[in-house]
Structure formats: structure tokens, C-alpha cells
DNA sequence: TAGTGGTCTAGACCACGGA
DNA sequence: CCGTGGTCTAGACCACTAC
């Protein structure tokens, strides 16, 4: 079959069409996070290719954690709820290599206008409303990292400080169930830095103390900037573990 | 065809126990790094399977950067190599994202006796003997990097200083030419360190500057460390960028 | 032109999960 | 039991590289 005559990736593999097709359901909420797609068979049918085509398109959506598969049940659309309160992005673990439970305490959620430096990173224009959140979280007790988050007001309009606390899971849920945005991946900056006076009242640390600086740009779907966070992490009991191959 | 009754990974699927016969001879470098690999359909017939199951096995392998599949020309053993100077474990870069050179000063290179702590990582006795190499890295000028290293004696015997300070390479390529090493993957743990006085002269910084802590161990083919790195990067003109998904 | 990896197909059978 | 994804096969043709 041929399906060179679509607007989207022409000319390349039928596979990689088929993936741009699965992409665009995916991007305009046709199927949502956690909801099962299409079986291979049916999409099969839909596009006119074989199964093996449209499982090799799968395979590459589920590699970059876009898709789910469960054998014998059916492939969903991977979401950050249903993850029993895990945190997929963060890279914190404790040195001793226990598990640890993280606790949220939002401290500030205001909305305001944008500068140019954030307004850049998300894409919008300067002087465009955005929400700050402030938080720390706690591990068994310890204060041991402060975060800023921005978000464009546009997508998460009413989110407020009383929402945020009565919610216990991921901040990335919360976006998932309350304003339809799904987060697909995320870029991160880390350097060393010192303890400002500010930071150090949050953290309970001296002034002068080292703390690891994470900057991070979440996307959602089509590469699109949707969250730009700010944290300093109390790595004296805990690191930022990472894996190269 | 059935290799139930081979000894590597006898009831899994078949392209599992090709995965298995093709990492075992990397292992046991009949293919070096650099060097190509049988073709597909040669395979296919050394282990009386279908050219597409070899080819699962291969995909695998390579979307682990074991091998590198080149069209046209075969599929290689990936190599640190004829990477043209590339640094494919560090994830150093400068905020202004610029392409940068990393120059190499290498500062000591001694034989000791293994601490229980290292002797650990790299999985020997405590007391055996290991290479421990003193370096400062610099970027257009500036010391940056001051990286302690640690290898086991009895894979690196006869390392020298001058022998290090001869290669202009990452040492990784080094250790593949001349010791018939190659580096599979790494863990890295990430803090943030005050700069003590004696690294405070090594990067010409004041002591209690704010420095990363990357401690890493390297792995080889079946997973066993054989290196262990304690770095510290002045991250006041560069970052460590990290992708999440 | 020959040989390599890359794509696509059609069909068989297996393994798992749920009714 | 059926429907799902998972494995395996055999064969055709394409795209790229080198001689």
C-alpha cells in the first residue's frame, strides 16, 4: 500500500508513517494516558499495512516510553499516574541505597507575569502569565531539596496552592488528570552551587552549604516546553544517580 | 531449530540465546573492537535460525551500543576508537553551548595497594594491587576537571605517566588499543562538594568553591567494573546535562 | 554487479490474561 | 475459550557501499 500521499512524513518508511499517525492520535487526545490503543491487528487494518509494520512502529513509541505493551492484554498509553507514586524523572536516590519516601510541602503558588528568560525557555512571549509553585520536599524528616516550577498559566489556569497540597502523588499526575498535559520527557542542567540565605532557611542548612543546582525543561507531546523547574538538591545523604551507555 | 540443550540462557526465546552467543564472542574477542561481524545471513546459518531472528539479536545489541550497524557496509563492533576524539561518557558541556576541547594534563600515575573501599567497587581483594592516576582537564585554557582514577593492576600492568601523557585520545580508546579493554557502559553518582585546599590548586580555585562530585564506575563486557573515577568539575562556565524519558 | 543492512509481507505458532 | 502481544519463519524487494 502507500500512504505517500499524507501531509506527514512522506517519504520515508511505511513504519515511521505509521508512527507519525500513532504520534498525532496520541497528541490530539484521541487516546488518553492509561487507555488501551487499538490492537496491532486493528491498526493494521486502519493504515492497510501489515502487522509487522505497525508492531515495529509500536515498538519504537514504547522504546521512548510514549506506549506500553502487556502481553496478552493490549498496549496502552503510558502515564504517570498508575505509577504507585513514583517519580519517573527523578534521579535523587539515597546513598545507603534504602528506598525513601518523599514528602511534598508546597509553600507558594502565584500567578504572574512572565520574564524573558522563562518566557523563552517555554515558548511563549514575555510579559505572558505563568504560575510559580515553591516547594520542598522532605526525606524521612530532612528538608533536602527546594524546587521552583513555572508553567504556563494558558494550560494550567485555577492551579492553586490548596490543590497542589491536597494532592499526594507526582506533581506530573496531578498535570495529567487535572489539565489533560502529559509530560514525555525532560532535560536537565546540574551544577554546584552555594546556599543563598533564602535557600538555606528552606533546607535548614547553613549558608555556604553545597548544593546541586537541577534545571529542568519538561516537554509534552510534539517537543512542546510545558514546565521549566528550578531545584536545589541536599546532596550530603542523597545523590543524583545516572546511567551511560 | 532448537539450542535448548546449548549451556547460555536455555529456555528463553530464541533470539535471546543468539543475543547471549553474540555477546560471548565479544567477550571472548573473536571480534575486536572496530572489527566487523559475520553478515546477517551467515549467521543465520552458523546458528541454523531465520535472518530475522538473528537480526532481533543484533538490533538489541546494538541499541545497547555493543555494535554498530553501518548499511551497505556490515555491522561493526563498537569501538572508543575512531570516535574522532569524542568523550562518549561525559556529559560536561558548556552553558553557552559551544563546542569545546578538552586538554589532557596527566599529574601521577602510581601502583598501590587496593583500600577495602576500591577493592569493592572493582570487585577484587582488598590489598591487590591497583594503578591510581592523578589528571586536570582543561576547557579553552581553563582547569576544570580534576579526576582521580582507579584501575586494577592485573588488567593495566606496566600504565605509565608518560605512556598517558603520550595519548592525546580519551583514555578509554587507550585502554582498548593497549590493554584490549573496551568500556560497555558506566554508573556515575552525582554530588555537591566544597573544593578542598589541595583541589582548590589544581583548579585555581578559592577553597570552599562550589565543585561536582562524579564518582563513576566502568564496566566492561559482562558487567564487571573495571574502573573506578572520583572527578571533580568546576561547573561555574560548564553544566552536566542529562536527558530524562 | 555483488554483498550488506533495511523494509515489508503473510502466515504459523506460542505465552499470557481474562471471561 | 478467545484475544492480546511475542516469536519465528521464508521470501521479496529496496538502499547503500564498494569494487
Known amino acids: 500500500m502507500s500512504l505517500i500521499t499524507e501531509p506527514v512524513a512522506s517519504f520515508s518508511p511505511l513504519y515511521e508513517q505509521i508512527k507519525a499517525l500513532l504520534l498525532a492520535s ?23 499495512v501489515s502487522q509487522g509494520t505497525v508492531r515495529k512502529a509500536i515498538d519504537e513509541l514504547s522504546a521512548q516510553n510514549l506506549l506500553v505493551r502487556r502481553q496478552g492484554k493490549g498496549t496502552f498509553v503510558a502515564t504517570h499516574q498508575e505509577e504507585g507514586g513514583q517519580y ?60 521552583e516550577i513555572w ?44 546556599a543563598d540565605a533564602a535557600i538555606s532557611i528552606h533546607l535548614q542548612l547553613p549558608v555556604g552549604s553545597p548544593l546541586l543546582s537541577v534545571e529542568r525543561v519538561a516537554f509534552t507531546y510534539g517537543d512542546k516546553p510545558v514546565e521549566i523547574r528550578r531545584a536545589r538538591y541536599d546532596t550530603s545523604e542523597q545523590h543524583y544517580g545516572n546511567k551511560l551507555n
Open 88 to 147: 519517573r524523572f527523578l534521579s535523587l536516590e539515597p546513598d545507603s541505597g534504602q528506598p525513601f519516601h518523599l514528602k511534598n510541602q508546597f509553600l507558594a503558588c502565584k500567578t504572574l507575569q512572565s520574564d524573558a528568560y522563562i518566557a523563552d525557555l517555554l515558548e511563549i512571549n514575555g510579559g505572558d502569565l505563568i504560575i510559580q509553585i515553591e516547594r520542598v520536599q522532605c526525606i524521612s524528616g530532612r528538608p533536602t531539596v527546594f524546587e
Open 151 to 194: 508553567l504556563p498559566e494558558e494550560l494550567f489556569r485555577g492551579l492553586s496552592l490548596e490543590s497542589l497540597n491536597a494532592w499526594s502523588d507526582p506533581v506530573y499526575a496531578l498535570y495529567e488528570a487535572k489539565y489533560s498535559t502529559h509530560m514525555v520527557r525532560a532535560e536537565e542542567k546540574i551544577k554546584a552551587v552555594l
Open 26 to 48: 496520541l497528541q490530539s487526545s484521541e487516546w488518553l494516558p492509561g487507555a488501551p490503543i487499538p490492537s496491532e491487528m486493528e491498526l493494521a487494518a486502519r493504515y492497510a
